[in-house]
């Protein structure tokens, strides 16, 4: 069965239990090409088992997984296909580069061990053991092993984790260059931010089924709620009372209204406080689309 409708990979009505625990519930989910796709949702959703099932560590108990039209399992698709883990067991005493190297030799038409550790951005820390780099360091070398093939599809789950802001920014130019350039990318991420910056299209899941799917602006779309920001010494617990807001947070003398009725909000602070001052409406952003849509707390 071949996949020609510009899909790299695809669930169709995949389920999959582990004894009376549901982890996939008649998943659909495809990867298109040329995209980054940010799978969200909250721990347990089943984000981590749809992507073994695509990679071919899990099977699925009903449905069905394809990998370039194939199975996952054929050796071919397998090595079109870079993955980013994150739990990755490395031998210490190898160098990154020495790693990089190993890699390289799995796949058909690798990056050159040079051209490898200046698109990770691993130049400073490719000469030294594994064994001693820190927590953020291994996962920019273990980036750089994901990459080091010149894959079409590339799985990162969570690749930012422990990274300083300055190694995140580097990633993140680099997963823009790698689309640009034809990679189609599937990112799990707990920062939201980061499926704000990147994706081309966001899947929400939850309870092992897609709750929500589309780009991030459709995303927001979906939520009612909007953010109302202002300068106002009116205490929380009052705004708090008034029809339609779900939320509102104080940081200094800023306040922040998360309200159903941003209209019936702003009258109300202008009526309570004359002096009202710095006053911003916005709709809400893809933390809240997220919250609203999984019902569960933003991570």
Known sequence: MAIDDGAMARLSGAYK??????????????VRKGE??????????????????????QQPDSGEALLFGTSPHDLTARRGVGVMMQEVALADA??????????????????????????????KIASRPYAKLSGGQKRQAQFAL????????????????????????????????????????????????????????????????????????????LVVRKRVDCVTPLSLAA???????????????RVTITTTDAEGAVRRLLDADPALSDLEVRRAGLSEAFAELTQEPAP
């Open 17 to 30: 239990r582990y004894g009376v625990v549901t982890a996939l519930d008649g998943l659909d989910l495809d």
């Open 36 to 57: 980054l796709l940010a799978v969200l949702g909250p721990n347990g959703a089943g984000k981590s088992t749809a992507i073994a099932l695509l990679l071919g560590l």
């Open 94 to 123: 190898l160098r990154v580069h020495d790693h990089i190297a190993m890699t390289q030799a799995y796949y058909p038409d690798p990056l050159s061990l040079d051209e490898a550790i200046a698109l990770a951005g691993v130049e």
């Open 146 to 221: 994901a990459i080091c093939g010149r894959p079409r599809l590339l799985f990162l789950d969570e690749p930012t984790t422990g990274l300083d802001l300055t190694a995140r920014e580097t990633m993140w130019a680099t997963l823009r260059r790698l689309v640009e350039g034809g990679t189609s990318i599937v990112l799990t991420t707990h920062y939201i931010e980061e499926a704000e910056a990147l994706a081309d299209r966001v899947v929400v899941m939850a309870k092992g089924r897609r709750v929500a799917e589309g780009t991030v602006q459709e995303m927001r779309a």
């Open 239 to 253: 705004i708090e009372a008034w029809p339609g807001v779900t939320a509102a947070a104080r940081d200094g003398p």
